[in-house]
């Protein structure tokens, strides 16, 4: 609106204002070839020239006091009109007879004269932009009302709430987004409702033979002669323990409408439980395990699934790769985010070029597995916060990276107290 008055209006006013400059001289070439053809006639005709007789050509038709003054040939002045004060616009013309006549007004009427053209498109081009301004505020509420509306509708499905109510708007553009959105957000509904629907399940109907293979294994550790006999099942049990937990987890995340399960974790005390559970492994296999010293570092995550992820990593580390299997974690920052990175590497061929693209992909494997580990370990940590990758191919690098709790806080300014995770073995009586 701002662009189309001053470009509209700017040169209409300087237009204006040369078209009225050029209106009275044009006026004032007219009056005094006027007023010399009125004098070279009655020069000719024998009669006094006075000053009554050039009067009628001084008037303000065009709003300029004129002065005019006829010299005769005689050398006699005659003036009618008043006297013209300060700068002045004349013009002059001699007549065949030897008279000469000035005719002039005053510059100063002819600059005002011009001003009130340049005011008045000034004013009428303020008027045009406030009237433009108005209905331009107008036109952009009508607008921006039904754009909020539908912002609030597409946080509350955000929020969770899977069918907001989305009230028409008039505008075709606008309601043809609401009803997509409501489109999307019954499709969401439904898959959440499925999804939910077979986590529940899937966790309750395993929740009994995991119960039953806990006791089964309690029992043989209980009972078992052999000390070897008896850690295996103490692994296996611990084992099932962890995988009772994801369970739980699952069930958990399938009941629960908000809210995260992230707490703040020492990396010591997960590397000490994985250092537990699969040194064994690793030892009889006849590959070195080594977990960096991290007493230090801290991060937000959820214990159950940071001890799946890193197990999945062992695993296939121990299934695909070769020699010294080490875990490391290290602080690392990405702008103003402090995170932690736990890299789990080996000395093996790494990954080939063919399947590291599509290595976290579902049912992906090289041949030897189900290809759901890394996929089910990616969404364990993302669920999280965190992200994992695979740093490198060769030798094969996976990195987790994780958010870091700040040193300067405690666990409990950084998130409330959660559920309660026990990583590792449970109490019981022997």
Known sequence: MTVAVLLLGVPMAVFGAVMVREAVVSDLVLRTQSVARTVETRLISGLEIDSASVARWVDDSVGIPMRITVTTPDGEVIAAGDEIEGAALARSQGTPSGAAVRVEGPADALFWRGAQVVILVVVASMVAFGVGALVASWQARRLAAP???LAASAEQLGAGRARPSIKTSGVEEIDLVASELVRSGERM??????????????????????TALTMRLEEIEMTADDPHIAEEARISLEQVERLVGVVDDLLSAARRTDGGTTEPLQLSEIFEQQQREWGPTFKRAGRPLQFSDQDDLAVLATPGALTQALSTLLENSLKYGDGTTSVEARPSKSGAEVGVVIEVADEGQGVSDDLAPRIFQRHVTSGKGTGLGLGLARDLVTADGGRLDLAQRRPAVFAIFLAAV????????????GSMVVVGRRRRRR
Request: proline content about 11%; overall charge positive.
């Open 147 to 149: 754009l909020i509306y």
């Open 189 to 210: 509904a439904s898959r959440m409702a499925a999804e939910k629907e077979f986590a529940a399940n899937a966790s309750h109907q395993l929740r009994t033979p995991l």
């Open 406 to 417: 700040p040193k300067r806080l405690t666990d409990h300014d950084v998130l409330p107290p």
